[in-house]
């Protein structure tokens, strides 16, 4: 008979407190690139397969890039860029872990836009501290993301955009799975720190001040037990508890959600199951107001952040606590084929969330995941980073050099969805679907990822944030990306994308709502000349249209040519 875990996979704050994030897709250009452990055989290994590994791949890169906007008559922009990263990837039967960084700098040959510099990386790793019982889990992001949902949304991430800013993540903590008798006992902890260097944005005059993310420090804490059916009980049974906090620097904004619950699980068959739980849950955010000048108007920073009034009392923007419940169905007929269906109430409002994963080989994964939570911009990044798998085929716009922000793996597949729509410093309500699927096939291969993202904000009716409360945004979003592989030296890839964002009237520069389209795509060829020396040439198109602004398609191309230490 199947073996029905007593633990859901549930998410932050769902059945269990599971730490696990829902896998998704975001609004911007997929894969477009093949890293450097791609091209050099690199596996997409799973931990599960015995195998051993190490590659470490350091590189230097320089090339000529040019832009232009077909549809505004702008100038033709020119750059020239060197860029330095490193590729590593290490397998063992105790560790996994990956990372990929790149610094790039833009040589601009037009008087009117300055040089440009960019970081942009990604790390996760599980270490086993003692074998299938004590690990540690870290990962680590640094990408370029929109500001706001109004304004400039390009996917190749070049030229003089103002709405664009540096966003850094990074969390780490121990996760712990053993037995007492007969029963299981899961507890994992992670601290994380999310910051965003965007400063001041150009407001029209008398607008009050877009709402941005400074940083903040976030906690997730959980434990649960319980037992298997099978044992004692012909059911399974679990109770879990779990803590998270995020405090934000704007106006000293703070998030806190505490919860306990126990679940069931009523094997019908050998392959499905009922699931259903009860619990408490109390959710509570607030923040300071803002200093006020003479006229009782917020005082902004040089930075372009409200500055807090530490001497203000705490003002609540969610207060929301009491039962919650919740049932479904868990449908296992393999170990690659998985589904899970809820529906309950929190949040006092019904709620629905689930999950569908199949898996039947390394060449083929599919996933489809609905979600919804109440969390800080902090926490869902980290969250979703925390749901990357930790060994991937590292991908970059094969124009900008930016990661993008799907991640694909032989042993899972993320990306990060609608945490970087915006960058909000305001608590909000998600709720959404996403799937993807990625496929080889021969010498082919393609990812496709499609999904809707719904954001309620929260700030207190009395703060200086007010006009935000409530406000809501949604995007549409779809990406493919599928590459080829022509001849043992030599690749081709090639990405189509469309996203269509819906902005609620807090979230925009001028207070009315804005609604920003999206369509692009790029072609790249790469080419080994040595095992240590490659070139690329790369061509994008990219059309943006926010409502009541200028709209761009902007053409690019590239010429670039690398070195690989090792």
């Known amino acids: 008979m199947q073996r029905w875990s007593a633990f859901s996979s549930g998410k932050r704050g769902l059945p269990l407190a599971a730490l696990a994030v829902a896998l998704a897709v975001v609004p911007q250009a ?199 059916p099978g044992g004692f009980l012909p059911i399974g049974w679990s109770v879990s508890g779990g803590y998270f906090r995020e405090d934000a620097s704007q106006l000293d904004q703070r998030f806190e959600d505490k919860i306990i619950r126990a679940d069931v699980t009523v094997p019908v068959s050998a392959t499905l199951a009922i699931v259903g739980g009860v619990g408490y849950e109390d959710i509570e955010i607030s923040e300071r107001d803002a200093l006020r000048d003479a006229a009782g108007n917020p005082v902004v920073g040089d930075d372009g952040r409200l500055v807090t009034d530490q001497n203000s009392p705490r003002l609540l923007s969610y207060d929301q606590d009491g039962l919650i419940w919740d049932v479904g169905v868990l449908w296992r007929p393999s170990r690659r084929t998985s589904l899970e269906a809820r529906i309950g109430r929190r949040y006092d409002s019904l709620t629905y969330y689930g999950s569908f994963t199949y898996t039947p080989s390394q060449r083929l994964a599919a996933n489809l995941t609905v979600y919804d939570l109440v969390a800080g911009f902090g926490s869902r990044l980290n969250d979703n980073l925390a749901g990357l798998p930790t060994q991937f085929d590292a991908t970059r716009n094969p124009l900008s050099g930016d990661l993008n ?123 080994n000349f040595t095992n240590r020396f490659s070139g690329s040439v790369a061509v994008g198109l990219d059309y943006f249209d926010p409502k009541g602004f200028e709209s761009s398609l902007i053409a690019s191309a590239l010429l670039a040519l690398r070195y690989s230490f090792q």
């Open 30 to 228: 997929a894969l477009a690139q093949q890293g450097p452990l791609a091209q050099q055989g690199g596996d997409r290994g799973e931990g599960s397969s015995g195998r051993q590994r190490t590659v470490v791949v350091p590189y230097l890169e320089v090339g000529q890039l040019i832009s232009a906007d077909l549809k505004n008559g702008g100038d033709l922009l020119t750059y020239s860029l060197v860029a330095v990263g490193v590729d590593a990837a290490v397998q063992t039967t105790r560790a996994e872990a990956q990372v990929s960084v790149r610094y790039e700098r833009r040589f601009s040959w037009n008087d009117d836009f300055g040089d440009q510099d960019a970081i942009s990386g990604i790390a996760r790793a599980n270490v086993q501290i003692i074998p299938n019982t004590l690990s540690i889990e870290a990962g680590a992001l640094g990408i370029r993301s929109r500001i706001d949902g109004a304004g400039a949304a390009p996917s190749n991430l070049i030229g003089g955009s103002d709405n664009v800013t540096q966003v850094y993540s990074a969390y780490a903590g121990p996760t712990l799975a053993t037995q007492v008798g007969t029963v299981d006992v899961n507890a994992a902890y992670r601290i994380g720190y999310t910051k965003v260097d965007a400063n001041t944005v150009a407001l029209p005059a008398g607008q009050r001040p877009v709402d941005i993310f400074g940083d903040s420090v976030s906690h997730a804490a959980s434990l649960a037990f319980g037992q298997q």
């Open 405 to 527: 922000s799907c991640v694909f793996g032989g042993s899972g597949s993320g990306c990060l969805n609608d945490s970087l729509q915006s960058v909000a410093s305001s608590a909000f309500r998600t709720r959404g679907v996403t799937g993807q699927v990625s496929l080889t096939s021969g010498s082919w291969t393609h990812g496709l990822g499609a999904g809707y993202s719904r954001r309620k904000f929260f700030a207190a009716d009395t703060g200086a944030l007010a006009g935000f409360d409530q406000t809501i945004d949604e995007v549409w979003f779809a990406s493919y990306v599928g590459a080829k592989q022509l001849d043992p030296r030599s690749s081709l890839t090639g990405t189509v994308y469309a996203t269509y964002l819906e902005n609620g009237p807090g979230q925009t520069f001028n207070g009315a709502g804005s609604d920003v389209l999206g369509i692009g795509t790029n072609a790249a060829y790469f080419r």
